[in-house]
């Protein structure tokens, strides 16, 4: 059985998305839609180019915010998925979300940030003390930390 070959009909209105500059033609949530089709496809490169792209037009955007740090995450770039979650936090405030919180514990781990991991479950845990990863995060959190001494924790931010 022979494959169809798809019209521009057929196409994804995002496979034409492709660049900062074809980027600029739409909003936050397409730009977002846009990154997502590209994971979708495992074509990074695209994605993180559209990332950039949306942070310089919607910097204030949550739909950009999030789907930034969830790319930075699967890049690894923990650095940029702990700026991007921060922010959206921020931006959240009073209405940050338990997964947010949760999503930056788990990046500041990666780092071997330890105890800031630590506080921002418990910040979590304050908003939102039904959310069973936080939860987790904060009871594995507090065990380890009682094996770690603080100079390590102060080395970890210096790198």
């Known amino acids: 059985m022979s494959q169809a070959t798809p019209t521009m009909a057929s196409a994804s209105p995002y496979e034409q998305v492709c660049s900062a500059e074809q ?3 739409y909003s936050a ?5 846009a990154i997502a089709y590209w994971v979708g496809r495992d074509r ?7 990332v950039a792209a949306g942070m310089g037009l919607y910097p204030t955007s949550e ?3 999030a789907i930034g740090a969830l790319l930075a995450e699967i ?13 959206l936090i921020e931006l959240q405030g ?3 979300t338990g997964e947010s919180f949760f999503h930056l514990v788990r990046v500041m781990r990666c780092r071997s ?7 921002t479950a418990q910040r979590g845990l304050d908003k939102h003390p039904q959310h069973v990863g936080l939860a987790q995060e904060f009871a594995e959190l507090a065990e380890l930390l009682e094996s770690i001494p603080v100079e390590t ?3 970890a931010h210096t790198n």
Request: hydrophobic share 50%; aromatic share 10%.
């Open 63 to 65: 739909d950009i915010l």
């Open 153 to 155: 924790e102060a080395r």
């Open 113 to 119: 940030a330890f105890y800031a991991a630590y506080r």
């Open 23 to 25: 980027a600029s033609a």
């Open 75 to 87: 890049n690894q770039d923990w650095a940029q998925a702990q700026e991007c979650l921060e922010r």
């Open 94 to 96: 009073k209405a940050a």
């Open 29 to 33: 949530a397409q730009i977002r839609e």
């Open 44 to 50: 990074l490169d695209i994605a993180d180019a559209l």
